[in-house]
């Protein structure tokens, strides 16, 4: 099977790591982050241990500028981007009438208008090579939304709806585009519960238990080698919210 060209943004921790480890295997991952360069060092090194294809690239995938420049690095120097993996994502829990403009502004950039940004610079060379793929990593809070964490809801919802347009409008050119929504998952995002939260959680979800990152991860794979799922909300979730 030919190798893929894959952008994963966020993927020095959590979610987007794994994402990039499982697919490193037989295809050539970017791995992009922003802060956590230690940790993006670690991911490059273990895996190219193991003879496998990743480089990492620092971006503030935030700022539209750094977005065209991770695309245009990524096309100059392997020619297609086949995937695009729109990870990237922080969250504040903060009650409604505590949230600042600033705290609106870092969130919406960084988990919505990024995945806007990234997908905006990758489309003309999948249109070009009739064939491409986009996964967006949301959550059950743009679903159902979470208390004390609006702004959040709000960018994982306009992430679903952002998925739903372009899978309509891109179809047509063979490229698939599709979301992924976890529940609760075992990351350093979700480290603010504590051990008894967690456990009054894990009695909310029917099959009781909190999620683990290789969970999306595999989701993730499936659907790089699906061809004919576009324009779906795959909830991840252990059965905690069935729509």
């Not at 987007?16 to 922003?34: C, D, P, Q, S, W």
């Not at 490059?44 to 245009?72: F, H, P, T, W």
């Not at 306009?158 to 179809?171: I, V």
């Amino acid at each position: 099977m030919e190798e893929k060209v894959i952008i994963v943004t966020g993927a020095s921790r959590g979610i987007g790591r794994e994402i990039a480890k499982t697919l490193a295997k037989k295809n050539i991952i970017i791995a992009n982050y922003n802060k956590s360069e230690k940790e993006a060092q670690e991911l490059k090194q273990k895996m190219e241990k193991k003879g496998y294809k990743l480089e990492i690239y620092k971006a503030d995938i935030s700022k539209e500028n750094e977005c065209r420049e991770l695309v245009e690095y990524t096309i100059k120097k392997y020619k297609k981007i086949d995937v695009l993996i729109n990870n990237a994502g922080i969250s504040k829990t903060k009650l409604v009438t505590e949230v600042t403009k600033k705290d609106w502004e870092e969130i919406i950039n960084t988990n919505l208008y990024s995945a806007f940004n990234m997908s905006q610079q990758v489309i003309p060379n999948m249109i070009h090579n009739k064939k491409g793929n986009i996964i967006n990593i949301s959550s059950i809070w743009g679903q159902v939304g979470a208390s004390m964490e609006v702004i959040y809801s709000i960018s994982k919802a306009g992430l679903d709806g952002l998925t739903k347009s372009l899978a309509k409008e891109l179809g047509p050119s063979g490229i698939r585009v599709n979301s992924i929504s976890p529940g609760i998952i075992d990351t350093e995002m979700n480290k603010q519960y504590t051990n008894e939260e967690k456990e009054e959680i894990k009695q909310q979800i029917p099959l009781e238990k909190i999620g683990k990152p290789s969970d999306i991860a595999k989701c993730v794979k499936w659907l790089i080698e699906d061809n004919y799922t576009t324009g779906q909300i795959i909830s991840i979730n252990g059965g905690w919210v069935i729509t």
